[in-house]
């Protein structure tokens, strides 16, 4: 199923940012940095700088700050086919610390983890992606009826020549490509494949051979289709460059293409910014009243599904019911918008009928068939939990956009002024042991800590003062945060 589509460009020098809409609702988000270009589909000339064979894997440097990690399953030398049966070998048989290869990113660095690696080398062209070291003719898997799939394979063997090298996956585009669209591209892939050969005898160890497509060309290439009536540009240089990559490789982005000339920000006027700051928020509003509550950590994502003040059910089951299917809806609207991945954990409300649960699961699936992304969704487990899994290859919103609180830690709570308070109180009564000669004891925090020692907490301040035989003064301070303190003997 296909909808209306959209496409903003917003470009500054700083980054370029795209938002994706779907019946006019804001559906993706993607943004890239001029100080952290996107790097999925690069390929580099790296140094493998340590093996390991327990985890059968190996760290390579490629220039980037954080070696980079490659696994034997992404090594195509440690699987190996002699006749009909395949020979998994070990990394350590392959690859040896120092060693030169040539590698091409397929996920960005996430969190604390470095790019991940392949030595399987894909270029990806408008209907079809090269496999220069393949030799199969795979389709994709968005296309799901055989039929179809076996059209595309036999029509494609037949315009390759018979002496071809390398392999290629058909794109969903290529189903409504004309012969000489497909002959074009792969002629295309084949010269970027002997430019990419050419480089890489010439570049030094740690050094980028090919680079992708910028930000706005990929999302020509790949999201652009028939069902996209307008691609907006704020920038008059972006946009003729697109203009010309358009009527060179995609030829149906030239006519929905044009340059926003508007007076307020392109993403100003379509309510963009809002968005965005409604996909960082923690909790997402339904329209029934309704509310889902979102918890990002490094290993899964929570999903939280509550009934908040809708009460319009014929009871409470309805109710439910009710809230649950608008749930499923949001719930795949926020992981594309968000751009979650790995594993995800949603809590809808508990449901007693199977029936109803069934069409909850069902309205589930049906909601995430949109996305581009390839998801998994699994039926209710015993606790009445759902998972799902969404392919991650870059930093989501929140870790792209945000960082962790410097206050609470990324705690995402705060201790109360009380517990600081108390807090002060039993460290000066430990430095009042400890530093026997100090005549006097300043205490440096907030000012909501402060007023609270000087009103609700006095009388037990003033207590501990005569405990220790020695006067507290206070001095509230601006700079500090709540759960700050410094404590200073005179």
Not at 199 to 225: A, N
Not at 281 to 290: I, P, Q, W
Not at 328 to 354: H, K, P, S, W
Not at 463 to 490: C, N
Request: aromatic share 6%.
């Amino acid at each position: 199923m296909s909808l209306a589509q959209e496409v903003l460009i917003n470009v500054t020098p700083q980054e370029t940012r795209v938002a994706i809409l779907e019946q006019g609702v804001v559906q993706e988000l993607h943004i890239e940095r001029a100080s952290s270009l996107g790097i999925v589909g690069n390929i580099y000339r790296g140094t493998v700088v340590r093996v390991l064979p327990g985890m059968q894997s190996a760290f390579v440097e490629i220039g980037l700050p954080r070696a980079a990690f490659l696994h034997a399953a992404d090594i195509m030398e440690c699987r190996t086919e002699e006749g009909d049966i395949r020979i998994d070998r070990p990394i350590q048989e392959v690859l040896h610390e120092g060693q030169s290869i040539i590698v091409q990113v397929i996920k960005e660095a996430i969190g604390t983890k470095g790019a991940r690696l392949t030595t399987e080398i894909s270029i990806a062209g408008r209907f079809l992606v090269y496999l220069p070291y393949q030799k199969h003719i795979g389709v994709s898997q968005r296309i799901d009826i055989e039929e179809e799939r076996e059209f595309l394979r036999n029509r494609l063997l037949g315009l390759l020549p018979e002496t071809r090298e390398g392999g290629y996956i058909i794109r969903t585009m290529s189903e409504n490509a004309t012969d000489e669209e497909l002959l074009a591209d792969i002629e295309y892939l084949r010269k970027v494949w002997s430019k990419i050969q050419a480089e890489s005898t010439k570049v030094d160890e740690r050094s980028l051979i090919f680079y992708d497509l910028s930000l706005p060309r990929r999302i020509l290439r790949d999201v652009v289709c028939k069902e996209t009536t307008s691609i907006r540009v704020d920038s008059r240089e972006m946009f003729e460059r697109l203009k010309e990559f358009a009527e060179l490789y995609v030829s149906h982005a030239v006519k929905p293409l044009s340059h926003y000339k508007g007076e307020r920000s392109l993403f100003e006027f379509y309510d963009i910014e809002n968005e965005i700051e409604k996909a960082l928020a923690r909790k997402v509003e339904l329209k029934s009243g309704g509310y889902l509550i979102f918890d990002q950590t490094e290993a899964l994502t929570t999903v939280d599904v509550n009934t908040g003040s809708f009460v319009s059910g014929k009871n409470l089951s309805d109710t439910i019911f009710k809230t649950n299917l608008e749930a499923a809806q949001a719930i795949a609207r926020q992981l594309r918008l968000r751009n979650l991945g790995g594993i995800i954990i949603v809590d809808f409300i508990d449901m007693d009928e199977d029936a109803q649960r069934e069409a909850v699961l069902e309205e589930l699936r049906k909601a995430v068939t949109l996305d581009r992304a390839r998801i998994n969704v699994n039926g209710f487990s015993a606790l009445g939990l759902v998972e799902l899994t969404r392919k991650r290859t870059r930093e989501s919103l929140a870790h792209l956009l945000c960082e962790t609180c410097k206050v609470c830690q990324g705690r995402g709570e705060l201790k109360t002024a009380q517990t600081i308070c108390y807090e002060i109180m039993r460290e000066l009564l430990r430095e009042s042991k400890q530093f026997k000669n100090a005549n006097e004891f300043k205490i440096l925090a907030s000012p909501e800590v402060i007023n609270m020692l000087n009103d609700e907490e006095s009388q037990s301040l003033a207590s501990l003062s005569d405990f220790i035989k020695r006067p507290v003064s206070l001095h509230p301070d601006t700079q500090y945060g709540r759960e700050a303190f410094d404590i200073v003997w005179m």
